[in-house]
């Protein structure tokens, strides 16, 4: 996960009549003493304008687990707070004030949001859950939001090459949370992201990742000012914004003493 810069522009659907009409309705579920269900919301934070502001913002990319994907085959709005309850809260009707508000939403790949995120919306032991607006400000969730926090400082990576006893090069990745709240350690399990699938996909990064790496230190050993530039040009590159796994690349680097290379864009 990375900071993500969300646009003062909102979609013109989320400030539309039909918007407008859609937020009455379910409030008048709600003062009926019903729970709405999902099915009583009408799907306009999924609308194209809203899936393509989400996406540009994200440049393609899985806000939580960082790998594009395709804008129209394999994507969801998330929404950060559930708006149709709460998993492990039976009693709370989800947060339903926030189900067209921009800011509590997000762009997703269909295997973060429906198989592991869901409707899970878990808070820091001794926080009072939101039951209207306005209250969603007092709480504190375990759960990282990557628009209003750095996920960096809550998420790091640690990368070790070792060889075994045939002379084979054995590669390991491992995430982990370093704050002492537990949120990125938390994050990491509530998002999966420790899966089998994103690691093999980091380990495989690492080994190019480590070449350069490689490179940059010879340089500096050798004071040869050609293969410094072309490592450091290097590093850029693979540590620009629109890159897959950007806190990943940022973390090898950073292990290697190599922060200052790193793309600031």
């Not at 009693?91 to 004030?97: A, N």
């Not at 000012?225 to 973390?251: G, H, V, W």
């Amino acid at each position: 996960m990375i900071k993500l810069k969300r646009p003062n522009e909102i979609p013109d659907t989320l400030q539309s009549e039909k918007v407008t009409h859609a937020k009455v309705m379910i409030e008048e579920i709600i003062f009926s003493g019903r729970k709405p269900r999902s099915e009583d919301y009408a799907p306009h934070y999924n609308a194209s304008d809203v899936k393509i502001s989400l996406y540009d913002m994200q440049l393609g990319k899985c806000c939580y687990c960082e790998r594009r994907r395709d804008l129209k085959l394999e994507s969801d709005v998330e929404h950060f707070r559930p708006k149709a309850g709460v998993t492990d809260e039976n009693e709370h009707p989800g947060y339903w004030w926030l189900a067209y508000e921009w800011n509590n939403l997000l762009f997703s790949c269909k295997r973060c949001n429906t198989l592991y995120k869901k409707n899970y919306f878990p808070l820091i032991s001794g926080t009072i859950r939101a039951q209207k607006k306005g209250d969603e400000a007092y709480e504190q969730p375990i759960l990282i939001h990557p628009t209003e926090e750095n996920p960096e400082d809550f998420i790091s990576y640690h990368c070790e090459e070792l060889i075994d006893e045939h002379l084979n090069k054995r590669y390991f990745v491992i995430i982990f949370g370093k704050d002492r709240d537990n949120r990125g350690s938390d994050t990491i399990t509530l998002l999966g992201l420790d899966r089998d699938e994103l690691i093999d996909e980091l380990i495989t990064i690492s080994i190019t990742l480590r070449g350069i790496a490689t490179k940059m230190i010879a340089a500096r050993y050798l004071n040869n000012e050609y293969l410094f530039r072309e490592a450091a040009d290097e590093i850029k590159s693979e540590t620009k914004r629109d890159r897959e796994d950007l806190a990943f690349r940022r973390a090898f680097f950073r292990h290697f003493g190599l922060s200052q290379f790193i793309s600031e864009d």
